[in-house]
């Protein structure tokens, strides 16, 4: 995987002044978009189409230094006007080009990115492959914004609203994996875009042909394969670590990709003070 997002990363920047599609070149490459943008996510810190405008503009500020016609090179990149290539400039240097001709800057430079592979050898991850049939997540669904790093408070007020006797309702449908009460993202942004929406259901997986409570949001899953990552310590910092590791150490060193559909955290036990927790990460995946 790492060999292959250094020939996406190699394609962008031989073609950063041309319509760059995704979606063909990685299918040319044997893998997909879905699959990439969220690995790139992920290693990177910023989602693909961030450092595509990024090396555009670093690209483009040479041209504004050299004192080429705007114009231009707003055509040059893309942009039918001035004002559109002016806005794009200052969204990712904070100011104008015509500041940065008579100024020399600032300007914030994106180097061009390379991808390595690390070994270090010194972390084991409780890894296993499940085949699941077709089944049903049902429960309570709210619109939430994407956050990477801590507790997510939208989702925290979120499960606060339920009563308790709500929880138990819920258990009591679980009938087939992933177990227990689950926390499901759904309808995520492919860049994994921080601050993007996406659909947060708190709920439990059902069979499906499981009768379903009318109040009850659901999604319907396909049958599929998954890798299922269990982890211990911390919360959500364990799990958050997780994550992080399926795309820097699991998915480059294993034959699957990841394939669109929601993403399932099944809480096995925990704390009393949610703390610390014993979680299974659920992804849905494919054979590269």
Known sequence: MIAVLNQVLGHIEEHLTEEIDVA?????????????????????????????????????????????????TAVRFG????????????????????????????????????????????????????????????????????????ANPHIQAHIAALPEAEHLRLK????????????????????????????YLHGVAVSEGTPVPEDLDTIDVAGGTWAVFRTSGPYPAALQSTWAATAADWFPSNPWRLRPGPSVVAILDRAADFSTATTELWLPVERA
């Open 172 to 199: 009591a449908l679980s009938n087939t994996e992933p177990a227990g009460l689950l926390q499901v993202s759904a309808d995520v942004d492919p860049d994994y875009t921080e601050g993007s929406e996406l659909t």
């Open 24 to 72: 063909g070149l990685t299918s040319g490459l044997g893998t997909t978009e879905y699959h990439i943008r969220r690995m790139f996510s992920s290693l990177a810190g910023m989602p693909l189409s961030e450092y595509i405008r990024r090396r555009r503009m670093t690209v483009a500020a040479a041209d504004v230094l050299g004192g080429s016609d705007l114009l231009g």
């Open 79 to 150: 942009y039918g006007s001035t004002e559109a290539f002016n806005r794009a400039f200052r969204a990712v240097h904070g100011v104008s080009p015509a500041d940065v001709r008579r100024d020399g800057g600032p300007l914030r430079t994106q180097s061009q990115l390379r991808f390595r592979l690390t070994i270090e050898g010194n972390t084991t991850m409780d890894t296993r492959i499940a085949d699941q049939p077709a089944f049903r997540l049902v429960g309570h669904a709210a619109r939430v914004p994407l956050i990477h790093e801590g």
